[in-house]
């Protein structure tokens, strides 16, 4: 098989295993039970009036929620990353495409990502790994790639664990950091580093807003599990077992979370089993810009199309509504102010302790 046609089928077996296996990993949570907010028992506000409406990266949004991205290089993907697009134009809110690493390696897949020749309204936001620049891509391939679906943003994604877990992963990731400062330094849109399900600490978020990025997606723990469906498609011998403690390696997200919102003065967006509007409440109140959901939203278009999904990240959206009314907050900027009614509890307190981050 040519390397093109490797990377379409293996995104389209990721698609169908992230719909018909289990693929988080048993205990691990995204951390948010260890985060309680006091409540508000007087709201003085009429529900009707909260807005959600959101600034993220000098644009306004009708709802702190993004789409991340997921799909693209192979036929299916074209109508599922359309289809996401209109419901994200229609809520009034950004969505990302999966790695464009296909259609640089094979042109006739640039339909598959360029959702705005149909939904021109569409916030983008493109996609790119960052080990590939330590491999065979440069700057001209960063600017194909965003020239090609004329994205808004562009997500730089590390992603360690699953290229280790991945039968054709890369594991040389010489280079990396200087690679990422000279993609910051040359985009004329904005970087956004992100992992994809094991969570950036705040070191690394740090040094990613030191070289220039623009967001930081913290992608943590405790969602869909990229090491563990790359593990389910790994026939190697040698191949780390599925039940290998390891496999509950990286930062929740909700620690993740709390650490680059301490750290870091650029947006952050949390990424990594936010299914439910108390978990994306409690983020936006540690002070995140946007929440991050991928496969549930991926799952109802495919089990019930766009309708389904609409009304999948619509609920959604009410839920966090729901959170700011019972926190008494109007607005975003006020459900942000109230992060000192966060409680940390148990293993989350003894993790911030020991980090330093909180006293
Ligand atoms: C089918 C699928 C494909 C994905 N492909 C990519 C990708 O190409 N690039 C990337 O940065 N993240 C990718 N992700 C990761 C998501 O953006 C997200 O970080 C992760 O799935 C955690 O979110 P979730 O728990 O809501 O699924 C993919 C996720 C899914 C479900």
Redesign the pocket.
């Given at each position: 098989m040519s390397n093109s046609s490797q990377i379409k089928s293996r995104k389209e077996e990721?698609?169908n295993i992230?719909l018909n296996e289990n693929v988080r990993v048993k205990g691990v949570t995204n951390g948010f039970e260890d985060f309680e907010i006091v409540p508000t028992s007087v709201p003085d506000l009429d529900f009707n009036e909260i807005s959600l409406r959101t600034e993220f990266l000098g644009k306004t949004f009708d709802a702190p929620v993004l789409i991340?991205?997921?799909?693209g290089g192979y036929p299916r993907a074209e109508k599922i990353n359309k289809s996401l697009a209109r419901v994200c134009a229609k809520l009034g809110i950004p969505m990302?495409v999966?790695?464009q690493r296909a259609m640089i390696t094979n042109k006739d897949t640039l339909a598959t990502f360029n959702v705005k020749e149909e939904v021109p309204d569409v916030y983008l936001i493109g996609?790119l790994g960052l080990v590939q620049f330590s491999l065979d891509f440069g700057l001209s391939q960063f600017d194909e790639a965003v020239e090609g679906v004329n994205a808004d943003a562009m997500?730089i994604?590390v992603n360690p664990f699953q290229e280790l877990c991945q039968p054709e992963g890369d594991l040389d990731w010489r280079g990396a950091w200087s690679n990422f400062k000279k993609i910051t330094k040359h985009s004329k849109v904005p970087v956004i580093a992100?992992e994809?399900?094991n969570g950036i600490a705040w070191e690394e978020a740090v040094k990613f807003q030191e070289l220039g990025a623009s967001a930081i997606d913290v992608?943590g723990a405790g969602?869909?599990s990229?090491p563990k469906i790359e593990l389910l498609r790994n026939e190697k011998e040698d191949a780390l077992s599925l039940d290998d403690p390891v496999l509950s390696w990286g930062i929740n997200t909700a620690l993740a979370t709390y650490e680059a919102t301490s750290k870091v003065d650029i947006p952050v967006i949390s990424?990594?089993?936010?299914?439910s509007g108390l978990a994306a409440g409690k983020a936006l109140v540690m002070g995140s810009s946007l929440v991050?959901?991928?496969?549930?939203v991926?799952q109802a278009l495919i089990d019930g199309g766009e309708e389904r999904a609409e009304k999948y990240l619509h609920r959604y959206i009410l839920d966090i509504k729901r959170v700011m009314f019972l926190m008494g907050a109007e607005t975003l900027q006020s459900l942000r102010a109230k992060r000192d009614r966060l409680v940390i509890m148990g293993r989350s307190r003894e993790w911030l302790l020991g980090r330093k981050i909180i006293s």
């Amino acid at each position: 098989m040519s390397n093109s046609s490797q990377i379409k089928s293996r995104k389209e077996e990721h698609v169908n295993i992230a719909l018909n296996e289990n693929v988080r990993v048993k205990g691990v949570t995204n951390g948010f039970e260890d985060f309680e907010i006091v409540p508000t028992s007087v709201p003085d506000l009429d529900f009707n009036e909260i807005s959600l409406r959101t600034e993220f990266l000098g644009k306004t949004f009708d709802a702190p929620v993004l789409i991340a991205g997921m799909t693209g290089g192979y036929p299916r993907a074209e109508k599922i990353n359309k289809s996401l697009a209109r419901v994200c134009a229609k809520l009034g809110i950004p969505m990302g495409v999966g790695s464009q690493r296909a259609m640089i390696t094979n042109k006739d897949t640039l339909a598959t990502f360029n959702v705005k020749e149909e939904v021109p309204d569409v916030y983008l936001i493109g996609n790119l790994g960052l080990v590939q620049f330590s491999l065979d891509f440069g700057l001209s391939q960063f600017d194909e790639a965003v020239e090609g679906v004329n994205a808004d943003a562009m997500a730089i994604h590390v992603n360690p664990f699953q290229e280790l877990c991945q039968p054709e992963g890369d594991l040389d990731w010489r280079g990396a950091w200087s690679n990422f400062k000279k993609i910051t330094k040359h985009s004329k849109v904005p970087v956004i580093a992100k992992e994809v399900g094991n969570g950036i600490a705040w070191e690394e978020a740090v040094k990613f807003q030191e070289l220039g990025a623009s967001a930081i997606d913290v992608g943590g723990a405790g969602g869909t599990s990229w090491p563990k469906i790359e593990l389910l498609r790994n026939e190697k011998e040698d191949a780390l077992s599925l039940d290998d403690p390891v496999l509950s390696w990286g930062i929740n997200t909700a620690l993740a979370t709390y650490e680059a919102t301490s750290k870091v003065d650029i947006p952050v967006i949390s990424t990594g089993g936010m299914y439910s509007g108390l978990a994306a409440g409690k983020a936006l109140v540690m002070g995140s810009s946007l929440v991050g959901i991928a496969r549930p939203v991926l799952q109802a278009l495919i089990d019930g199309g766009e309708e389904r999904a609409e009304k999948y990240l619509h609920r959604y959206i009410l839920d966090i509504k729901r959170v700011m009314f019972l926190m008494g907050a109007e607005t975003l900027q006020s459900l942000r102010a109230k992060r000192d009614r966060l409680v940390i509890m148990g293993r989350s307190r003894e993790w911030l302790l020991g980090r330093k981050i909180i006293s």
